[in-house]
DNA sequence: GTCGCCATACCGACCGGTCGGTGTCCAAAG
DNA sequence: CTTTGGACACCGACCGGTCGGTATGGCGAC
């Protein structure tokens, strides 16, 4: 029970023993999404954890605090995977859909963070749910930038505003929690493709 | 089943003599919407409509009950109008066109129901919640109907499932929520044909 | 009288967060 | 080498408060 190992709190360790923050922040994901933020308690946590409340009280400041860091941990990954396709070099199209594949594909990898963004976001406290709102933003204006510059070319259609069309693909990708299920026909590669398709093709100049 | 005779003592009659179920359902919804079902206490909706806790436990079974009645009334709705829309003898694009450009009307037009569907869905009991589900698999079916019928007739490309169609167009209709402000610069109607546009190309066949 | 409608007082079950304490490790002092 | 002190990581009983739900009783209508 007790580690014999001599290591480095807050450093991981061998396979059967994460860091506690870690594992805490594992099973907190599991169950929010699974019975939502407020029917967890912090009890269902530390016991899922394998801690106890001191434990958690110790890392985390409240409840809240891990309910932001699941977000904030998402947010970054997110954000860093589309700066990194959004700026090569390659031609637009394939760098949009790129981006709306990928994101498809880490949502569907992630879908419990998913389905805590959707469910749990309006029970953050207000200042930290600014705080994601504003690095979500970021997000959708980089993704739309991607738009307005196809739209500059000629590439794509000018008679739908940019952020409409952000939004009607965003709300579909924050939406694949409710419906994919693993283990379905369809891989969620394939599903990416497809919602890339979708997008780009109802981008094209009308006519 | 109006009462007008009887007037509560301590309280003004005001304007609002609806019958105290309507009106409990009515405040339960602001506040749902608001503040989350599970934020809400039930003395917050009392006071609100301006009863007591005896009287919404005499109409309703639970605080879950309530919750059951918002979504029944507003799945009832949107059927009754997907049906009216579908089975007009219009033109399948044209039908197809407007059930969307409807939905998300009538989705902006409610957008209270609309978040509580978004929010509060997992905090259903759940045989409720499954009959909730059943219901509004039965309406994405009646929708998926349509883009069946173009893709059979050749109108609607096929390499796409007409599934997968309909839960991204849906997944954009359920998030309107999370964007859409009144004020500003987009009417419901316009939204709504945009997302029917986009729609509607987004199935047009490739090449 | 009794039946629908509702007010009021109250209960038991939690829940988030706190706080005094414990075990362990390490570094400096003796 | 041994002692000591104290920083860190964690434990778990406990507290104030809230919540959904209920028991009981009153009151007007028939």
Redesign the pocket.
């Known amino acids: 029970m007790?580690r014999a190992s001599?290591r480095k709190?807050?450093e991981a360790a061998g396979d059967d023993q994460a860091a506690?923050p870690r594992r805490l922040l594992e099973h907190a994901t599991k169950l929010f999404a699974k019975k939502g933020f407020?029917r967890?308690?912090?009890?269902?946590i530390?016991e899922a954890a394998g801690?106890?409340?001191?434990?958690m009280?110790?890392?985390f400041g409240?409840?809240?605090d891990l309910l932001y860091e699941i977000y904030a941990r998402v947010l970054r990954e997110q954000t860093r995977q589309l700066e990194s396709v959004a700026s090569s070099d390659a031609p637009l199209r394939e760098r949009l859909a790129a981006a709306a594949s990928d994101v498809v594909v880490s949502s569907i990898d992630n879908l419990d963070d998913n389905t805590i963004f959707l469910q749990s976001m309006h029970q953050l406290s207000p200042d930290k749910r600014k705080a994601v709102r504003a690095e979500r933003r970021k997000y959708h204006e980089r993704f739309r930038g991607l738009v307005e510059e196809g739209q500059a070319t000629g590439e794509f259609r000018t008679d739908k505003p940019a952020d409409v069309v952000v939004d009607f693909f965003f709300g579909s990708v924050h939406h694949l929690g409710s419906w994919y299920r693993r283990g379905g026909t369809l891989s969620a590669r394939q599903v990416g493709d497809h919602y890339a398709d979708l997008l780009l093709d109802a981008l094209r100049p009308p006519g």
């Open positions: 007790t001599t709190p807050g506690v407020d967890t308690s912090v009890q269902e530390v801690v106890t409340k001191g434990a009280y110790h890392y409240s409840k809240d």
